[in-house]
């Protein structure tokens, strides 16, 4: 049976390019952007699921998950 990790997802509002910066701090360098918060989620998503596959790819051990403190959503 495959063991399922939850990697926590950050998002912070980036100024800069008046938009969303999305980054798990457990996969350095595994990072994106959106113009709006769901499509920084949802290009967090996409960078997620290649950044992993290119680790199993390369033989690559998979970083362990830290633990979520806490859930926070905003619109």
Do not use: H
């Amino acid at each position: 049976m495959a063991k399922t990790v939850t990697y926590p997802l950050r998002i912070e509002r980036y100024a800069e390019e008046d938009g969303y910066l999305a980054f798990f701090p457990d996969l350095p360098g595994c990072q994106t952007w959106g113009r709006t918060f769901e499509a920084a989620i949802g290009n967090a998503e996409e960078t997620l699921s290649l950044y992993l596959e290119t680790l199993i790819a390369n033989g690559d051990p998979l970083p362990e998950a830290s633990e979520i403190e806490r859930s926070t959503s905003c619109l």
